[in-house]
């Protein structure tokens, strides 16, 4: 198979911006990265756009109208995948809402043949095990302490695809179970919690190494008392989750975060209406309005997910929080791929796979390359 030579006016590698710039691929990698003049004719070039990886979604429940906790979350999960490549999301993973452990037992296993396969990158438990005063969009009947018997009944369940579990250290056993969460190779983060400073900073030398969706659904900050939010944003150690939409933070606490010791990463933390209809939706078992671009609770108001994707992330952070394009784009891939330990993306570096997005001079999606094929181009050549 012949290489494809795409060039750019801007191509963001993890050393440098390259203006202009080039990558070639080919047989599904990158072949080579290169700044200036392309070594040959391209055969897709980009003079206003910029080339980047494609984006890497660490935690998102749905979209175009699915979920990942339906009744067939396999099946649910293609249709997810495909609405966000759409937005240059080329790898996802399967965030699962609290439910019953015997739910969670069996999306875990139906999601972990799609791991697997390679269609998802791993899935991300947000639930059971969180505050019932923090609990968020999840129901509070099927919230439970983390038990030993139910971690392992679900980290077996999943064949080592679970990549991620978020937890409150403050419930009985809490520290424990970040400890057993890590040692089966998955991230423990912490969130939906109450915990203070001290406690979160515990988490951390426990193994936490993830905050999830930092200063949503957790202490507040307080000048004498600090909550969780300090602890994670202080440590060069941490991954800090943004959704970076202009519902869930202010646009200067995403300029704040994306410039802390804390490594962020953009998240959608979007459910079953992005990329679809507003209305009434379910998640798991609350009703939640989608209205003017938001998703809230109508029991009580409370935030629900988000609408968001990728790349209005990326674009809402550039444009609104004052965050230089290529820290916004590390943000969306090479972080995130760095948190769950994703080596073969997140990045452009020859050997890596050609996942690839192409924004255009107003960082909208211009083109989307997965495994080296074209999956959306506008304007190419």
């Not at 064949?159 to 969460?181: D, F, S």
């Not at 079953?272 to 939706?281: K, S, V």
Request: glycine letters at 12%; proline letters at 6%; hydrophobic letters at 45%.
């Amino acid at each position: 198979m012949s290489p494809t030579l795409i060039s750019a006016a801007r191509v963001i590698t993890p050393e440098a911006v390259l203006e202009p710039g080039w990558v070639e691929v080919r047989s599904g990698r990158i072949s080579a990265v290169g700044g200036g003049t392309p070594p040959r004719e391209p055969d897709a070039s980009y003079p206003d756009g910029t080339l980047a990886p494609g984006f890497i979604d660490a935690h998102i429940h749905g979209g175009g109208g699915f979920s990942f906790n339906d009744a067939d979350p396999a099946a649910a999960a293609v249709k997810i995948a495909a609405v966000h490549r759409e937005h240059g999301t080329t790898t996802l993973m399967a965030s699962l809402v609290t439910a019953s452990l015997a739910h969670l037992e069996s999306a875990v296993g139906a999601l972990a043949e799609l791991v697997e396969d390679g269609v998802l990158a791993g899935i991300h438990l947000e639930g059971p095990w969180l505050s019932p005063y923090h609990r968020g969009a999840h129901t509070k009947s099927l919230l439970r302490t983390p038990d030993p018997a139910s971690i392992d009944r679900l980290m077996l369940a999943g064949r080592g695809t679970i990549r991620m579990v978020t937890i409150a250290p403050e419930l009985e056993g809490g520290l424990a179970a970040i400890r057993q969460i890590t040692g089966y190779g998955a991230v423990a983060a912490i969130g939906h919690t109450g915990a203070d400073y001290d406690l979160a900073r515990q988490a951390i030398a426990a193994g936490a190494t993830a905050g999830t969706h930092v200063f949503n659904a957790m202490r507040s900050l307080h000048h004498r008392e600090p909550g969780p939010a300090l602890a994670l944003l202080e440590d060069p150690a941490v991954f800090a989750e943004v959704i970076a939409d202009g519902v869930h933070l202010h646009p200067s606490l995403v300029r704040f975060i994306s410039g802390s010791p804390a490594r962020a990463v953009f998240v959608t933390d979007a459910m079953a209406a992005a990329c679809a209809h507003e209305g009434t939706y379910d998640l798991g078992g609350l009703e939640v309005r989608v209205a003017d671009g938001e998703a809230r609770l109508v029991s009580n108001g409370a935030i629900a997910g988000s609408i968001l994707t990728l790349d209005a992330a990326v674009r809402h952070a550039v444009r609104h929080a004052g965050v230089p394009l290529a820290d916004a784009v590390r943000a969306a891939t090479q972080n995130p791929a760095d948190m769950l330990g994703l080596s073969d993306v997140g990045r452009l570096e020859p050997g890596l796979r050609a996942d690839l997005v192409v924004l255009s001079e107003d960082l909208g999606v211009a083109a989307v390359m997965k495994s080296g094929e074209w999956c959306r181009s506008e304007a190419a050549g």
